[in-house]
């Protein structure tokens, strides 16, 4: 079940949607198996819907905990996925050579990385494609931002896992590192060190999928979120991939809106930026024009407001927290 909430833009008629997804049953009580005394059984099907979508980033520590991790996973990928067609269908029909031209998916770290192989998956077994149509597809849809350098951002789920769950996609993941490998093969010859330290597949007991990698090379672009962050990629975790592609890593450094953290959350620090600056407002769209309040750093009545907006707001919130 799709739950839209709008975005409105600033100082424009133009609102975004933000669609989220909550998990519910075909039928939520079973009347047959209630009346023969099977009490549990007749919610179950309810049951077993919602706790996927009922609180999300379970404990993974455990194999229930992964296993629930990844259903929420595949859960909101695909429906998202779903989606994107409908809406691309209903003007393109059939024509999936636009597809990438027209929609473009960012896998946020690799929670949603899963969502490059239900694509994959729906275009082929589906839509029809051919399997180097869809890839296409995919590798000129999707781009993948990473966050972090720690483990927790570069999951890895056991081969097992995936195949009990995602037969079908464990077969996608394998035909793509066959194909993957055999470019490294054929790239680094007689270098077997360098093709298993790349491949999808990390060998031990239990087997893993990198889901890293699989963003990566499922991916026309890879970024990272600050210049420092993004050259340790590519000095550290991602070094050899930044040689296999080159230019492929790139910065995307993250930032906040001050439309929304500014103007809207702080009202009163706003209209102070606007009446030192003879009551214009234009930095709200464009933050550069901040740079006219550099002779006010060491101006005596500007510090003044400026500090006792901040206490204000903060005896605001104590206020808030308190009641």
């Not at 869809?134 to 966050?147: D, E, M, Q, R």
Request: aromatic share 12%; with cysteine.
């Amino acid at each position: 079940m799709a739950y839209d909430t709008p975005i409105p833009g600033f100082n424009t008629y133009n609102t975004n949607n933000l669609r989220l997804w909550r998990s519910r049953p075909r039928n939520t009580f079973d009347f047959d198996k209630f009346n023969s005394s099977d009490y549990q059984g007749a919610i179950k099907e309810r049951q077993d819907a919602e706790y996927i979508t009922s609180v999300l980033y379970p404990n993974d520590s455990t194999d229930s905990g992964k296993e629930l991790r990844l259903k929420q996973q595949y859960f909101f990928c695909s429906a998202s996925i779903y989606d994107i067609i409908r809406r691309y269908k209903e003007k393109h029909n059939d024509r999936f050579a636009l597809f990438a031209e027209k929609n473009k998916i960012q896998l946020n770290d690799t929670h949603p990385a899963i969502a490059t192989i239900e694509l994959l998956r729906i275009l082929i077994d589906e839509e029809m494609l051919s399997f180097e149509e869809a890839w296409s597809v995919v590798y000129n849809t999707f781009s993948y931002t990473n966050h972090t350098v720690l483990p927790e951002a570069l999951e890895k789920w056991s081969v097992d896992l995936i195949g009990n769950l995602l037969p079908r996609h464990l077969e996608l993941i394998y035909l793509i590192n066959h194909i993957y490998l055999t470019k490294l093969r054929q790239k680094y010859p007689g270098d077997s060190k360098k093709v298993e330290r790349m491949s999808l597949i990390e060998e031990g007991w239990p087997k893993k999928v990198r889901m890293a990698y699989l963003s990566i090379v499922c991916s026309h672009t890879v970024n990272g979120v600050a210049a420092l962050h993004s050259d340790l990629l590519k000095k550290t975790i991602f070094s050899e991939f930044d040689q296999l592609y080159p230019g492929k890593l790139q910065n995307k450094t993250n930032g906040v809106t001050p439309r929304r953290w500014i103007h809207c959350c702080n009202p009163r620090l706003s209209e102070l930026l606007s009446a030192t600056m003879g009551g214009i407002d234009e930095w709200i769209t464009s933050l550069e024009n901040l740079q006219q309040l550099v002779p006010y750093a060491t101006d005596k009545a500007f510090q003044d407001k400026f500090i006792q907006i901040k206490r204000d707001n903060k005896e605001k919130l104590r206020k808030w927290v308190k009641q």
